[in-house]
């Protein structure tokens, strides 16, 4: 159940107390992939995970609408791409848990597919779990699956999107995403990351190679995302909250 699909009396009636949050950000992905990678993508796992889910165990969890927005000031200087303070972030992303609670809903995973929002959802989940707002976690897809080289807006991400959304691949422009691609993230010395911005190591805004990352791979990556997903799910609906 979509809770912009729903209206209020449905949502009265759910007998469900589990609820996915998907979250993501509105960043740069290279020339070559749209803006909206991270949550596009988190929508579409989080939705592939509640259908699974509701396979083999009945009643959906309720899916709350995607937030776009997430902490992503590192790529400012590419252009299109928004971002909030993390502690705009944890207010929003806390008070809508708190909201779902409220109604019901006191176990939400909050589905992520940004690396920057991390941080600041571990202390946002860790908040809500502590006061008795809800009890909540964060879900990182790419934390989830076994892929070595996730870079951004390189193969594993641009595979997904090849995957779910080709349309927005503009494939006409991987080879100049690859040409000023970043081998890895950042500028490391003895264990620190010297970079603060992306531009500063990174002339097309990617990091690893997109064209090393076809629909197939995509596939396999978003199928074992959502998978993952389920066995979450399946834990924090059995998890006792006395």
């Known amino acids: 159940m979509h809770l912009s699909e729903a209206t209020w009396t449905d949502?009265?009636?759910?007998?469900?107390?589990?609820?996915?949050?998907?979250?993501?950000?509105?960043?740069?992905?290279?020339?070559?992939?749209?803006?909206?990678?991270?949550?596009?993508?988190?929508?579409?796992?989080a939705e592939a995970g509640v259908d699974r889910y509701a396979d083999t165990h009945g009643e959906k969890p309720l899916v709350g609408p995607t937030i776009p927005v997430?902490?992503?000031?590192?790529?400012?200087?590419?252009?299109?791409?928004?971002?909030?303070?993390?502690?705009?972030?944890?207010?929003?992303?806390?008070?809508?848990?708190?909201?779902?609670a409220s109604h019901g809903f006191e176990r939400v995973v909050i589905v992520n597919g940004h690396g920057g929002n991390v941080d600041a959802l571990n202390e946002v989940c860790a908040r809500l779990t502590r006061?008795?707002?809800?009890?909540?976690?964060?879900?990182?897809?790419?934390?989830a699956v076994d892929f070595a080289?996730?870079?951004?807006g390189g193969p594993a991400e641009t595979a997904v999107m090849r995957h779910l959304h080709p349309e927005?691949?503009?494939?006409?422009?991987?080879?100049?995403?690859?040409e000023g691609a970043a081998d890895s993230w950042g500028e490391w010395v003895s264990g620190t990351n010297l970079a603060v911005d992306s531009s500063s190591f990174t002339e097309s805004g990617a990091v690893g190679d997109p064209r090393e990352g076809?629909?197939?791979l995509g596939e396999e990556l978003f199928e074992k995302a959502a998978a993952a997903l389920v066995e979450l799910l399946d834990a924090v609906e059995r998890r006792s909250l006395a």
């Open 11 to 45: 949502i009265r009636d759910a007998t469900t107390d589990l609820a996915v949050l998907p979250v993501g950000s509105t960043e740069q992905h290279g020339p070559h992939a749209p803006l909206g990678v991270d949550w596009l993508t988190a929508e579409a796992i």
């Open 70 to 100: 997430g902490v992503a000031e590192e790529h400012r200087d590419f252009d299109g791409t928004l971002w909030v303070s993390p502690d705009t972030f944890r207010s929003y992303v806390g008070e809508t848990v708190a909201s779902l």
């Open 131 to 143: 006061d008795g707002d809800a009890y909540a976690v964060q879900y990182t897809w790419f934390d």
């Open 149 to 152: 080289s996730l870079g951004h």
């Open 168 to 178: 927005l691949v503009r494939e006409d422009r991987t080879d100049t995403a690859a």
């Open 214 to 216: 076809d629909a197939d």
